[in-house]
């Protein structure tokens, strides 16, 4: 299940690209700037303010929905299935975050920007975690590779190594996330497992496979120097690693927790500027690393 396709990006790879947003993962960052991102299922997002109380929503019989005017007020625990009022509202106030594709459908999408790829540019798959899509992604991923157009995938690598392991020899690049190398904080922060993470990379690595090490800067999180500096360290002790990207944090999908009805725990952080990342910078180049900002 895919919840955005994105034309003619210039971020997350080379080029031009047609950036695949999948839906899930196996991760909750506190910080994460696309919430709808993280369910495998669907997800209904409710924008207030351009709400018209059409009342469209309301004839569905869904005892989730209830007026509340102005607008409407969503019980999510009673919503069970979000998926139904997908197009119903004319005002866009309601809308369904997920969308099953196939292969070959996305494919025919893929295919209407190959004028635009040129020598360096491609595909990405984003999410959520691409890595934790079921045996259609590497049909995908195969079907990338026949007609040579050139593959990314951002990811975590919070997976298991048999997922990584069936993409070999498929992708071109992997944008790596290395959020931090301190376990206790990765899980209070993520709940997830940053064991998993590095000896996952330490495998890839091993596979003289192109990765790019993609360091998010956050607030309260690893932004300092003693933490990005052992995020450094163990980037550049990495066999045939020499590319890191540090991306500082930013607070624009603020609006989407809202939409969903969720806390947004890092809304009092202020965006982290380019200006603040110069030492991480300098240290990472001391390390034989190659350095850049954003995606």
């Not at 069970?80 to 070959?104: Q, W, Y």
């Not at 975590?156 to 904080?185: M, P, Q």
Request: some cysteine; proline content about 4%; overall charge neutral.
């Amino acid at each position: 299940m895919i919840f955005n396709l994105q034309r003619f990006s210039t971020h997350d790879g080379n080029g031009i690209r047609t950036i695949i947003f999948y839906k899930g993962c196996p991760l909750r960052c506190q910080w994460c700037c696309n919430p709808e991102s993280q369910s495998f299922a669907y997800n209904l997002l409710y924008d207030r303010r351009i709400c018209r109380n059409f009342g469209d929503c309301l004839k569905t019989d869904d005892i989730s929905i209830t007026v509340n005017n102005p607008g409407i007020h969503i019980d999510r625990l009673k919503l069970h299935h979000p998926e139904k009022f997908r197009n119903i509202c004319l005002s866009k106030a309601l809308t369904v975050s997920g969308e099953e594709k196939s292969v070959d459908e996305l494919l025919i999408e893929i295919e209407k920007d190959l004028p635009f790829y040129r020598h360096d540019g491609g595909v990405t798959l984003s999410g959520g975690e691409p890595l934790s899509q079921g045996p259609e992604l590497v049909s995908l991923l195969k079907e990338l590779k026949r007609k040579n157009i050139g593959l990314s995938v951002e990811t975590s690598l919070h997976v298991s190594w048999e997922n990584v392991e069936r993409c070999l020899g498929l992708v071109s690049t992997f944008l790596v996330d290395l959020k931090h190398t301190d376990h206790e904080k990765f899980k209070a922060y993520t709940q997830g497992d940053a064991g998993l993470i590095m000896k996952n990379i330490k495998k890839l690595a091993e596979q003289k496979v192109n990765i790019i090490i993609r360091v998010p800067v956050i607030p309260d999180f690893n932004h300092s120097k003693d933490e990005m500096k052992q995020i450094i360290d163990f980037a550049a002790s990495l066999d045939h690693v020499r590319k890191i990207h540090f991306l500082p944090f930013h607070t624009l999908g603020v609006e989407k927790y809202n939409m969903l009805g969720m806390e947004y725990l890092f809304g009092n952080k202020q965006p982290v500027q380019i200006s603040e990342l110069q030492d991480y910078i300098d240290y990472a180049i001391s390390k034989g690393l190659q350095t850049k900002t954003g995606g």
